[in-house]
């Protein structure tokens, strides 16, 4: 528990340092949909925050080692699960960082409804594809 | 430092320590995540307390920049605007749910975890930012 009560805290102090920095909502998300913009200049600072965010795993690696990280190899859920997030997100305009941290921490009830959703349809599909034996 | 650099360090740093929490926690790791959204059955609840510790501090962040004119770095704070709780909030929270606890990758985690190399992660994102282009330009962006 205290690993992801530490890890959680940091979380949290880089959503706060994007905001107090810089006026930005540490949504990855955003980040995502502003790579796609980033010919626009005002845009940038998620190529840095993506930056940031690869250059954390080798670091990581130096101090802690390898992490552990399990995942489904089967190819059509992983593209089918991929798309869903990808347009989920976009639609919805955030996902566990954007709404799940920034908006919950800012009292949006925008967020706290779009968390309530998005969780209770994860915890329904892991049912699912635990009785279907996926 | 200037405020242009620092307006570029800012972002990169809030991104290692972002990543660093993923990592510490264990967002990154898929099955982890799974266990997570699992509360009917072998639930394991550890991860509640990434939400709690990561909201509690970024509460108190956004208190403090109410008191503020602007952010350290730059000129105004880019609050969200939208305040409506509409079908499509709840559909695209939906879709992502569903997609999230099919694999158990969020967007963080997904773009982190491709620094592991595996090609299984490299499918994943490609088809997230495909995702992600055919919303763009069927729906567009929020109004």
């Known amino acids: ?134 | 430092m200037n405020h242009k650099v620092l307006k570029a360090v800012t972002p990169l740093l809030a991104g290692i320590i972002f990543g660093l929490g993923l990592l510490v926690s264990g967002m990154n790791n898929p099955a982890k995540v799974r266990g997570f959204l699992d509360i009917f059955g072998d639930w394991q609840p550890a991860l509640m307390a990434v939400m709690v510790a990561a909201i509690a501090i970024f509460a108190v962040a956004y208190a403090l920049s109410n008191r503020m004119k602007q952010p350290w770095f730059h000129s105004i704070f880019h609050r969200p605007s939208l305040t409506v709780l509409d079908a499509r909030l709840l559909i695209g929270a939906a879709l992502f749910g569903i997609g999230w606890g099919m694999v158990g990758l969020c967007p963080g985690p997904a773009l982190l975890d491709i620094m592991t190399g595996q090609v299984d992660v490299l499918l994943f994102v490609a088809a997230l930012l495909v995702g992600n282009r055919i919303a763009h330009y069927s729906v567009g962006p929020a109004k």
């Open chain 1, 1 to 134: 528990m205290w690993n992801e009560l530490a890890g959680g805290a940091l979380i949290g102090i880089a959503a706060a340092l994007l905001w107090l920095g810089i006026g930005r909502i540490g949504g990855i998300s955003g980040v995502i949909a502003n790579i796609f913009l980033i010919n626009q200049g005002h845009r940038n600072w998620s190529l840095y925050f993506f930056a940031g965010l690869l250059a954390s795993y080798p670091l990581y690696v130096l101090m802690a080692g390898t992490p552990a990280m399990q995942m489904t190899a089967n190819k059509v859920i992983l593209v089918v699960a991929g798309l869903l997030v990808g347009m989920g997100t976009y639609i919805g305009n955030g996902c566990t960082s954007g709404h799940g941290v920034c908006g919950n921490g800012r009292l949006s009830i925008r967020s706290m409804v779009a968390t309530c959703t998005f969780m209770v349809f994860g915890m329904l599909t892991v049912l699912i594809m635990n009785i279907l034996g996926l």
